[in-house]
């Protein structure tokens, strides 16, 4: 595995597929490194938010057609806060589009990518790799790495990590910070007496967001924020009770829940990489930045980040490729699309989680003027749909 290469991928999920797909035939050597065991599909029972960027995407890869099927489009967007007047309701004929994203199961596109990995041909795809550490040199970057219980190295002109930061030990000079939201998730699936009609949810309360994502033909995809023990106590409930339990958070909006699936909890916060490279060192997707998912950006962030990557590397001479004044042009070109949704983010989950006095009113009239002045509607629409330069 010492061979030289141009570009190393360490994560063959969606983030780190979408790049190495993105530079299928351009003549470049390319390898992945993923853990799972060749032939075996991801298994991951989440659900994706898909902007319309993140389609535009998927569809120059080749990809989305043969999700599409299984992608239920968003229609509307309707944004409340819960016992307070003022709402926003965003509509994708409004702004021109189809719908103003999808949802997706995880494994389906997990699924798809692997599939186009293994068509592509010129893809050296590693199976049942565990990298544990990169090291950073002049002309190249190397991984250490384990496989078939052997200790292998291999190094290339760019090491990208896109493994969703799961412990691979980052070179000196980079710094992550993170920070506690104090809020866990509590996610699964649920059925609802009323058809959903493409209509998703956001309802903020004074514990955090509730967001219901249309799903198949009546379910929703749950998204709702709680302390960490009231998320383990939703949890544990039976059916019943957690059905009378989300009705009381949520209301009669979409009728009456009759059904839930799938329940788990896991702990939310925001997790930064500055910078996000080092000499033929880049981090993409989650491993650079992880957000809480109030507004579904985080995801979509990382393809955006996989694919302008993408484009960098084919708009640079091979032997500059992973080069300081490259990945200068990358971070410089990713700054506002990043920057951008990690504040906007970061705003909705401290401005509309908290029960402080006079924030009510001041939220609620935020909702109001987002709804009677277009402009400010179609920006955010705009967005959200297809990031910084939407």
């Known amino acids: 595995m010492s061979v030289d290469r141009d570009i190393l991928v360490v994560g063959g999920g969606p983030v780190g597929a979408t790049l190495a797909l993105a530079l299928r035939g351009r003549g470049l050597v390319v390898t992945v490194l993923e853990a799972r065991p060749a ?25 989305w057609s043969q999700v599409e099927a299984q992608a239920t489009p968003i229609a509307i967007i309707h944004v409340s806060q819960r016992g307070r007047f003022g709402r926003t309701v965003l509509q994708a004929a409004d702004e021109g589009l189809p719908a103003l994203g999808y949802v997706l199961p995880y494994a ?14 010129d893809i050296q795809i590693v199976h049942g790799a565990r990298a544990a550490a990169v090291e950073c040199a002049a002309q190249q970057a190397t991984v250490r790495f384990s496989c078939a219980s052997e200790s292998r190295q291999a190094a290339a002109r760019l090491v990208v990590l896109a493994d969703g930061g799961r412990g691979l030990a ?16 509590v996610v699964g699936q649920v059925r609802c007496e009323l058809p959903h009609a493409h209509v998703a949810f956001e309802r903020f309360t004074p514990e955090g967001p509730l967001a219901l994502l249309p799903l198949g033909e009546r379910d929703f995809a749950l998204v709702w924020t709680a302390a960490p023990e009231q998320a383990q106590a939703l949890v544990a409930l039976d059916e019943a009770g957690f059905l009378q339990r989300l009705h009381d958070r949520f209301g009669g909006r979409a009728g009456r829940f009759t059904a839930v699936s799938g329940r788990a909890a896991f702990p939310l916060g925001l997790s930064t990489l500055r910078p996000v490279t080092a000499p033929h060192f880049a981090v993409i997707g989650n491993a650079a930045q992880t957000l809480h998912p109030v507004a579904g950006q985080g995801f979509n962030l990382g393809l955006r980040d996989a694919w302008e990557l993408a484009q960098a590397v084919q708009e640079t001479a091979r032997a500059e490729i992973g080069a300081v004044a490259m990945l200068a042009r990358y971070r410089a070109g990713r700054r506002c699309d990043t920057g951008g949704g990690i504040l906007f983010t970061d705003f909705l989950v401290r ?22 002045v277009a402009p400010l509607k179609r920006f955010i629409a705009r967005k959200m749909s297809f990031g910084a330069q939407g």
Not at 39 to 63: K, N, T
Not at 108 to 121: P, Y
Not at 170 to 185: C, I, N, T
């Open 108 to 121: 389906a596109l997990s699924d798809a990518l692997d599939h186009a990995l293994l068509e592509a041909g």
């Open 351 to 372: 401005a509309f989680s908290n029960d402080i006095p006079g924030f009510g009113p001041a939220r609620a009239a935020g909702l109001v003027a987002t709804e009677l």
């Open 170 to 185: 980052e070179p000196a000079g980079l710094r992550r910070r993170v920070h506690d939201y104090g809020h866990s998730a």
């Open 39 to 63: 032939g075996v599909a991801s298994g991951d029972a989440r659900v994706l938010a898909l902007a319309p960027g993140s389609r535009l995407i998927l569809q120059r890869l080749g990809v």
